[in-house]
């Protein structure tokens, strides 16, 4: 299997050097992400004395709205790079070529979350400032979601270049013509 480079990943799909199962395994890779989502939110989710105040909940809400937009046209996007394609196999080939852009994420994911973890360190002892500090975890889902379906649409535009032989071919002109 080949999980950390798109590239390598995007020319075996195209090649067709990848077998059902391998196909179905990384079906599998992603929906492993997809379950630890939920568990970890909740366990590093901001404290706060009794209750969330209601400013920090509103956001919440707004934030869980423009996610589940970035995801919708996220999605809409690949899927019309596909159509553009051959309009055949998108959830297998989105499923493969969300693979190898997870793992990139996951290290991004990481890097915030040290860097998250650095700031309430420092702000711990600062109450005034402490308190304000959940709302900087606010924004980090919806980044997160538009550089994910933009790495995941950038794969499919290269994978569409491979098929097409227009591997010459700058990703941005690909993207204007679709």
């Known amino acids: 299997m080949i999980i950390f480079s798109s590239i390598k990943l995007e020319k075996a799909l195209a090649d067709q050097k990848v077998t059902r199962w391998q196909k179905a395994k990384y079906i599998m890779i992603p929906a492993i992400f997809i379950s630890m989502a939920s568990p970890l939110s909740a366990f590093f989710r901001p404290s706060f004395q009794d209750e969330p105040s209601t400013i920090y909940s509103v956001l919440q809400l707004l934030v869980m709205i423009i996610s589940i937009f970035i995801t ?12 553009n394609i051959d ?5 297998e080939r989105f499923c493969i070529l969300l693979v190898p ?36 975890f606010l924004p980090f889902g919806p980044i997160y979601l538009f550089m994910y379906f933009s790495l995941l649409k950038k794969s499919f535009l290269s994978f569409s270049n491979l098929l097409t032989g ?7 002109q690909a993207d204007r013509k679709g």
Do not use: D, W
């Open 166 to 172: 227009n591997s010459s071919q700058p990703i941005a």
């Open 72 to 83: 919708y046209f996220g999605i809409k996007a690949c899927f019309e790079v596909n159509e």
């Open 101 to 136: 852009v997870s793992f990139r994420m996951l290290l991004f994911f990481i890097l915030c979350f040290i860097a998250f973890m650095i700031i309430l360190l420092f702000t711990a002892a600062i109450p005034e400032i402490n308190k304000h500090v959940p709302l900087l």
């Open 87 to 91: 309009k055949r196999n998108f959830i």
